[in-house]
Every structure is written in structure tokens, then in C-alpha cells.
């Protein structure tokens, strides 16, 4: 299949993947209300482009916590990505560390923080915090041996979602053994093969590996939803011991009101990302796109960053556009890895940064420190002021 933009990748994914869990990768909440109004936010903005300028040298970097990037975008946390590709998390670390940009590596991922920090050495951590002081405590200092430099703390998950589309699909965590789910793999034999028993061959049943400081249950295990459920008590005093303790960079995810982001950067944080979870929580949620103003003007500080709907090149730059530093892209890597591994990963990233490129040509842009609201019109209210 030739692929020409992010969406083919999910294509080829939705027949390579066994339903289960294809569906536990693109769905998202109930009735998908937010999923969708993610897509539907970046469409309400339309381009004023300017011309006659010489776009012959346009840049596509950016300089995060003092560090240059290529792009700006980088791959979001995505739990259980060793399940949809094998070795899941290790295609997505060497292919960011091959093309400059970051990825951050889920708490929820099936393979050992310290391997991906092998092989990216400036790779993100991204946690759910576990539910008391001393496990937060363990889980930072092994993150911390393991030389990530900076820490995201996820913070839209005190409970879990209602994910119907995954019990409709035949997807569970823990995941249940059944003749639906056998017959979904005899059908799809290049997964079952190349992921699924090659990983159980060469390292055995997949555990989740970085909930805690140490190895967590297996996703066949019944504790799995135990481990990862108890975060309903966690509050603004667990997010300042976490500053307290971690000597590095410090991100929230999953702010999507002004007021929290400001008690966020008051309470320490470095960055904030300005995210819905792709629609996979509170369905019904603002899109992260209608809010980023307020919080750019909020905190203008820190670094504020978006996740949730980006697809192209054009929603990239209009988030940048709107006062976003960077932007963070997940579902479609994810089906990048699973059908092409990590040159399929290279691919879409290239795939993106053309389009970032040729999209600033267009625009009349050289460098993304160009952008502001006066290159986007909102369809529904006129020129931005």
C-alpha cells in the first residue's frame, strides 16, 4: 500500500490488526463525541496566507527545554504499543532518536522503561501516579536511574473510561482468553506470528512494566485493573511532592481549564499539555484545540503543548498558530509500528514534517516563530483580533 498521509497508515492497520485490538487503538469514549470533536476543531480554522515572500529557506525546528528538535511534533504516550507492534515501544524510541524529535514512553507500556531509555537516552517518561507517597516515591527514583530527563504526569484518568467500542470489539484489560478473541488471530496470522508469538517465544508474557518501581501483573492477570484504578484520592498535594522529588523537567498532561494550568505551573510545573487523551476519558470534553488560548495566555511562563486530533500539517501549524509550543501525535504511529515497524515510523514521520514544510511555504512562513493568530480566520467569528 502507498501511504501519502497519517490516515493511510490506519487503513493498513484496521486489516493487519486483529479487531480487539485495532479497536482498543482508534476508539476512544461512549459515543466518541470528543474523538471527533478533536478532528472537527482543527476545521474551523482556515489559513490567511501571505505571498511573494522567499520561502526558500523555511526551518522547520524548534528549541523545547533548551533543546533543539527537528519538528514540532513529537510521538504521544501510548500504553500497550507492544501489543499492536512488536516491540512496540523500541521501534517508536529508535526511530524519534533517528529523526530528532521526542516520544514520551507511556506508564502503561508492556516493555521496561530502562530498555527504551537504551535506546533513546532522551526519551520522555510519561506516569500515572500510583496511589500512595512511597510508590510515588520508588517510581520516580527508578525513573530517574534510568536517565529520563524529563517527567509527564498524566492527570485526566482518576477514574477509569467507559470504553464500550473496546467490549464491543472483544478487548478487556486484563485481556481474556476466548474463541473470539483465538479466531481473531488464526485471521490475521502476520500479527499473531510477527507480534503476538514471536514476543511470547523470545520474552514471555507481556507484563505491564512501568506502573510502579517494580515489574507490574501480566495482561492476562486479574490485578491488572486493581494496579491501575487506584488514582481517585490522588490530588495537588501528590503533584508538588512529585516536584518536590524530581530533579528534571516536569510536564502535566490532560489540562483542559486555564485555572488548573496556572495551579500547575504554580505548583512547579515546566510545560503543560493541553489534552483531552484523544477522547478516550470524559467523552463530551472540550476539544484541546477551543481552549489552548486561554491557557497560552494563562501561563505565558512555560512551554504549553497539544495533543488530541492532530493529523496533518495544517493542524500543526494551526496549533502553533494559536500559541501552542509543540504538539504531540499518537494513534497514527501507532499503526505506523504495527503494519511497517520502524521504517513505517520513519515514513509517517517524514510523511508529517513535509507537511509541516510545505504547509509554511504556503502559508508564507520561514520559521514557526512567525506564526500567531493573525494567519488563522475562525470560520465562525471572523479574523482573530
Known amino acids: ?41 482543527f476545521a ?36 500497550l504499543a507492544a501489543l499492536s507492534a512488536y516491540r512496540g515501544d523500541l521501534v517508536l524510541a529508535g ?24 535506546a533513546n537516552s532522551d526519551a520522555w517518561f510519561q506516569a500515572y501516579l500510583p496511589g500512595d507517597d512511597a510508590a510515588i516515591t520508588a517510581l520516580l ?8 530527563g524529563t517527567l509527564v504526569i498524566t492527570v485526566d484518568t482518576p477514574v ?6 473496546n467490549v464491543r470489539a472483544g478487548f478487556s484489560i486484563p485481556v481474556r482468553p476466548s474463541m473470539r478473541l483465538a479466531w481473531q488471530g488464526m485471521t490475521h496470522p502476520r500479527w499473531l506470528l510477527g507480534t503476538f508469538l514471536r514476543t511470547l517465544v523470545r520474552h514471555g508474557m507481556p507484563h505491564f512494566e512501568n506502573s510502579y518501581a517494580t515489574r507490574g501483573a501480566p495482561i492476562l492477570s486479574p490485578n491488572v485493573e486493581r494496579d491501575l484504578s487506584d488514582r481517585g484520592h490522588l490530588d495537588w498535594r501528590h503533584f508538588r511532592l512529585v516536584r518536590q522529588l524530581w530533579p528534571g523537567k516536569l510536564v502535566i498532561k490532560g489540562v483542559l481549564d486555564a485555572r488548573d494550568a496556572c495551579m500547575a505551573v504554580d505548583a512547579g510545573a515546566d510545560g503543560v499539555i493541553v489534552s483531552n487523551h484523544g477522547g478516550r ?15 497560552v495566555a494563562a501561563c505565558p511562563g512555560v512551554p504549553v503543548m497539544l495533543d488530541s ?15 501552542a509550543k509543540f504538539v504531540f501525535v499518537g494513534r497514527p504511529f501507532s499503526f505506523a509500528a504495527a503494519v511497517g515497524g520502524e521504517t513505517g515510523v520513519l515514513q509517517a514521520i517524514a510523511l508529517l ?29 471572523g479574523p482573530s483580533p
Open 44 to 79: 474551523r480554522y482556515s489559513f490567511v496566507p501571505r505571498v511573494l515572500v522567499d520561502i526558500s529557506r523555511r526551518d522547520t525546528g524548534v528549541t523545547l527545554f533548551g533543546r533543539r528538535f527537528d519538528a514540532p511534533f513529537g510521538i504521544a504516550p501510548m500504553g
Open 95 to 118: 526511530a524519534t532518536a533517528r529523526e530528532n524529535i521526542p516520544m514520551v514512553l507511556s506508564g502503561s507500556s508492556l516493555i521496561a522503561l530502562e530498555d527504551v531509555a537504551r
Open 1 to 41: 500500500m502507498q501511504f501519502l498521509c497519517l490516515d493511510d497508515f490506519e487503513t493498513a492497520a484496521r486489516r493487519h490488526l486483529p479487531l480487539p485490538v485495532f479497536s482498543y487503538v482508534a476508539g476512544a469514549a461512549e459515543t466518541n463525541c470528543s474523538f471527533q470533536a478533536n478532528r472537527h476543531s
Open 160 to 165: 477509569a473510561a467507559n470504553r464500550e467500542n
Open 141 to 148: 527514583q527508578r525513573v530517574q536511574a534510568a536517565g529520563y
Open 353 to 381: 514534517k513535509a507537511e509541516v514544510s510545505r504547509n509554511m511555504g504556503l502559508l508564507g512562513v520561514t520559521s514557526l516563530q512567525q506564526l500567531d493568530p493573525g494567519c488563522l480566520i475562525d470560520n465562525y467569528q
Open 281 to 295: 476519558q470524559l467523552d463530551g470534553s472540550v476539544a484541546p484545540l477551543r481552549v489552548l488560548p486561554d491557557i
Open 309 to 323: 486530533g492532530v493529523r496533518r500539517g495544517s493542524d500543526v501549524l494551526k496549533a502553533l498558530a494559536l500559541g
